[in-house]
């Protein structure tokens, strides 16, 4: 069963919230274990960094794997 648009959008910013969420919990404990002191608003900004490169390689693995799939559909290779 393929999933709808709606769906995928939904999942797809559910991802990006998740990780968003993950990546500052983790700046906000283990930076100061490395005795790096930020203030809340740079983890904030640094979250965000982190989060558009994680999107962007997303996209680009995902499109990789999609790229592969159908060429060897196209070669009549199974999934």
Sequence with gaps: MQQTKTLSFIESVSNVVIGYGVALGSQIII?????????LETNLQIGIWFTV??????????RVFTNRKRKG???GEGN
């Design 31 to 39: 930076f100061p274990k490395f005795g790096i002191q930020v203030p």
């Design 53 to 62: 490169i994680s999107i962007i390689r997303s996209y680009v693995v995902r």
């Design 73 to 75: 559909a196209k070669n």
